[in-house]
C-alpha cells in the first residue's frame, strides 16, 4: 500500500516508520527532521529499535493509496484544504480531539476514516522517534456502522505489525479517548507532572472531574459513554503511562500550541450544563498560550 504520514511529528513518524517495514510510506513534515530522514533515514528506539527509509518530504505528493493524517487539531482544516488538490483512496485521522473527520470530509473526494491510536511516542531528535508505549490502533467511519475501508486498511497496517481493529461503534471510541485525554493533558500540563501523578490526590479529584463531565457531554450529544466508564479508561491510562509526559505537556516545555480548543475546549462547546472544571482548564491553558502570542 502507498501511505502517506500527513504530520511526521511523534506519533506521525512512529506510525510512518512502523509502516515502512511493509508499505511504501511517504512522511510529510517540517525541517529539520524530514531532512534528516532523506540524509540518514528514520530511527526508531525504544520498544523497539529499528531503521527503515521511507520518503521525506516537506509538501505533499499527488495521491496514494491513504492518507493518514496526524497533524495537531489547529492546524487541520490547512491539511485539508492541501489534501483537496490530491488523490487518496481513502484518508485516516489519527488525531486528538473532535471534528477533524468532517473538517476533511468536507474537503476530500474519498472516504474519510477516524482512528484512536494509543501508541506512545516521542520525537527525540532529528531523524529519530522513540518508541514509548506500545498499544492499539482502532478505525472505522465516523458515524459507525460497517467499513469495507476500515476493514482494508486495518489488514495493512496489521501487515506492518500495527496492531488494529476495525471498530463499528467509533463515536464511542472517539469519546472515550476524549474524556481520558480531558482528565490527563490540561492538568499534566498545567502541573508540569508525568501521567502517575494523577493517580492520587490532589490531581486523581481534578482528572476525575474532567472525564466526568465528558462522559455527561457524551450522554447529551447521544453516545452511549457511562461515567464508570470514562472514569476506568482515565485510571487504566495514568497506570499504563505513568512515566509519560502528555503530548500538552510536551507542547507547553516547547513553548507550542496545544490542542485544547479540540479537547477541553470540545467538552465546552458542545455541553449543555455547565462543565467547570474543563472550562476552568481551557481557560488556564488559553491564557498560557495568549501570554505567548499562540493564539
Not at 161 to 172: K, W
Not at 198 to 208: I, S, V, W
Not at 242 to 261: F, H, K, L, P, W
Request: contains cysteine; proline residues 4%.
Amino acid at each position: 500500500m502507498d501511505i502517506v504520514v500527513v504530520g511526521a511529528g511523534s506519533l506521525g513518524s512512529l506510525l510512518g516508520g512502523l509502516l515502512a517495514r511493509e508499505h511504501d510510506v511517504v512522511l510529510v513534515g517540517r525541517e529539520p527532521h524530514v531532512g534528516a530522514v532523506s540524509d540518514g533515514g528514520l530511527a526508531v528506539t525504544g520498544l523497539e529499535q529499528f531503521r527503515v527509509h521511507p520518503t521525506a518530504r516537506t509538501d505533499l505528493p499527488a495521491g496514494g493509496d491513504l492518507a493518514v493524517v496526524a497533524v495537531k487539531a489547529y492546524d487541520t482544516a490547512a491539511v485539508a484544504a492541501d489534501l483537496a488538490d490530491c488523490a487518496f483512496d481513502a484518508c485516516l485521522s489519527v488525531q486528538n480531539g473532535l471534528g477533524n473527520e468532517a473538517i476533511l470530509a468536507d474537503a476530500v473526494d474519498c472516504p474519510v476514516l477516524a482512528g484512536t491510536c494509543t501508541y506512545g511516542a516521542r520525537l527525540a531528535s532529528p531523524g529519530t522517534v522513540e518508541f514509548t508505549g506500545r498499544g492499539e490502533l482502532t478505525l472505522g467511519a465516523p458515524a459507525g456502522g460497517h467499513s469495507a475501508v476500515a476493514d482494508d486498511v486495518a489488514g495493512a497496517f496489521r501487515a506492518a505489525g500495527v496492531e488494529s481493529t476495525a471498530a463499528e461503534d467509533m463515536p464511542t471510541r472517539l469519546w472515550e479517548k476524549l474524556a481520558v485525554n480531558a482528565a490527563i493533558n490540561a492538568t499534566t500540563a498545567l502541573a508540569r507532572v508525568e501521567n502517575g501523578a494523577l493517580a492520587r490526590q490532589p490531581g486523581d479529584g481534578l482528572a476525575d472531574g474532567a472525564a466526568r463531565e465528558t462522559a455527561r457531554v457524551a450522554r447529551e450529544q447521544g453516545v452511549d459513554l457511562p461515567t464508570d466508564r470514562a472514569l476506568s479508561l482515565t485510571e487504566q491510562v495514568i497506570r499504563d503511562t505513568a512515566a509519560n509526559r502528555s503530548s500538552m505537556r510536551q507542547d507547553i516545555e516547547a513553548g507550542q500550541r496545544t490542542e485544547v480548543d479540540a479537547i477541553n475546549g470540545a467538552v465546552v462547546d458542545r455541553a449543555r450544563e455547565p462543565v467547570p472544571v474543563n472550562e476552568t482548564l481551557a481557560r488556564l491553558v488559553r491564557t498560557w498560550e495568549r501570554a505567548r502570542d499562540l493564539r
